[in-house]
C-alpha cells in the first residue's frame, strides 16, 4: 500500500513539474523518495532522485539539481541499470553545459553515450550526440559539431527517425553557413603567419648558425604558444595552438637528447615516443576519436594506390639526398625491423599529429585550402636540416600531396604507409645500390 501511494506521489510530482508548479512536484518527490528509501528499493529512489534533478534544474537551482543527479547516479551503478546511468549522465552534463564547461559536460556527454550504447537504444545515443554537438557548435567549433550531427543522422538513419533526421539536416545546414561567414581574424592569421616565421628562424639559426640560439628560439615558440593558447578566447584558434606546440618540442628533443651511442636508426623511435603521447593528449583534449583523425581503413583500394608511391617518392628524394644506410648490411632481417620502424616512427607517428591533428585543427581556423597550405609550410619547416633547397620543395609537394589525400579520405592509412615505404626506400634500400 505504502509503495503504490509513493508512486502515485511521483506520479503527480512529474505532473506538476510538467506544469511548471515546482515547488508542489518538488514536495511530492520528497514523499515519495521517503518511502522508496525506507522500503529499500533503489531503483523506485534512484528514478525519484532523477525526478528532483530534472525539476530542480528547471528551477535553475544547479547544485541542487547536480547533487540529485550524482546521488541517482551512484543508485543506478548498484542496480545495474544502464539506461538510469545514461539519463543522470546526461542530467549533469547539461547543469556543465549551462555553467559553459563545455569539455566537462563533452566528456560526461560521452559517459551516456556509452551507456545508451552497451544498453542497446540507438534513439537515446543519437539524442546524446546532438547534444554533445551542441557544446561544440557553442565554442565554435563548427566542423566538429558537424562530424556529430553527422554521427547523430547515421544513427537516425537506421532507427528510421525521420523528425530527428530532419532535425540534424537542419543543425548541419545551418553549421555550414557559420562555417562560410566565419574566417579567423587579420591578427589571428598574422599570428599564425609569425609562428611559422619564428620555426623556420629556428631551424636555419640550428642549422647555419648556432644550436644554442635555435633552442632558445624554440624554447620562446614554445612558451609564447602556451601563454596564447591558455588566453585566446577562440576555441578553435585555441586547439590550433596548442597542437601546433608539438613542433618545438619535436625540435628540442631531437637537439637534447644524449644520442652519443645509439644507432641511428634506433633514434627515430626514441623521439616518436613523445610524438605519439602528445597525440594521444591532445585527442583527449580535444575529445576527438581515432576517426576523427584518420585512424580508419577508407576505401582500402584507394588507400592502397596512394601506398604505393611511397617506394617512387622515396627514389625521388634518394637522388636529391643520397644520405648514407641506415642498416649496417643490406638482408632481409636488417631490412624487415627498419621497414617497420620507419613505418611506425615516422610513417604513422608524423601523419597522425601533422595530418590527423594539425591539419585538421588548421582547416577549423583557416579553411580547406588555406589549412592544407599551412601545414605543409609547417611540415616542411621542419626538414630545412636537410639543407638542399631541392629537397625543401620536394618535401612541401609531398605535404601537399599527403594532405590533399586526406582531405579526400579522411583516412591516414595509405599516407601512412607511403611515408614509411619512402622512408624505407631512402634510408634503407637505395643507399646499398649505386647508378
Known sequence: MARRKAQRELEKGIDLKDKGKFFDALQHMQNALEVFSDAGNAEKTADTLLEMGKTYCQMGENDFAQESYYNSLELYKDTEDLIGEGYAYVGMAEILEKRNRYDES????????????????????AKVVSHLASTLEAQGAYHDAIYEHERSLEI??????????????????????KIKANKPTKSEFLILIGYLGLLILGELVTTYYNMEIGLLIHFS??????????????????TLLRSMMVLPIIRIIGLTMPLMNIPTLYLFPIIAIPLFASSIALMKIQGINRKRVGLIGGNLKVQLIIALTGPF??????????????????????????????????????????????????????????????????????????????????????????????????????????????NSVLFLVMPFFIF
Open 313 to 422: 617518392l622515396g627514389f625521388i628524394e634518394y637522388n636529391i639526398l643520397h644520405p648514407l644506410p641506415l642498416i649496417h648490411t643490406f638482408d632481409a632481417t636488417n631490412l624487415l625491423y627498419g621497414v617497420i620502424i620507419l613505418t611506425i616512427s615516422t610513417g604513422l607517428a608524423e601523419e597522425l599529429l601533422f595530418r590527423g591533428i594539425v591539419q585538421k585543427n588548421a582547416e577549423d581556423v583557416l579553411g580547406m585550402a588555406i589549412g592544407l597550405l599551412y601545414t605543409s609550410l609547417l611540415f616542411t619547416s621542419l626538414h630545412i636540416g636537410w639543407i638542399y633547397i631541392t629537397d625543401l620543395i620536394f618535401v612541401f609537394c609531398v605535404a601537399i600531396f599527403y594532405g590533399y589525400a586526406f582531405q579526400k579520405t579522411r583516412s591516414i592509412l595509405g599516407i601512412t604507409i607511403s611515408h614509411g615505404l619512402s
Open 156 to 177: 537516425n538513419k537506421k532507427e528510421k527517425d525521420l523528425a530527428s533526421e530532419l532535425y540534424n539536416y537542419g543543425r548541419i545546414l545551418k553549421l555550414k553557413n
Open 221 to 238: 615558440v614554445l612558451a609564447a604558444l602556451l601563454v596564447q593558447s591558455s588566453l585566446t578566447k577562440s576555441f578553435t584558434y585555441a
Open 106 to 125: 563533452r566528456n560526461t556527454y560521452h559517459k551516456a553515450i556509452k551507456k545508451f550504447k552497451k544498453a542497446g537504444d540507438s534513439e537515446k545515443e
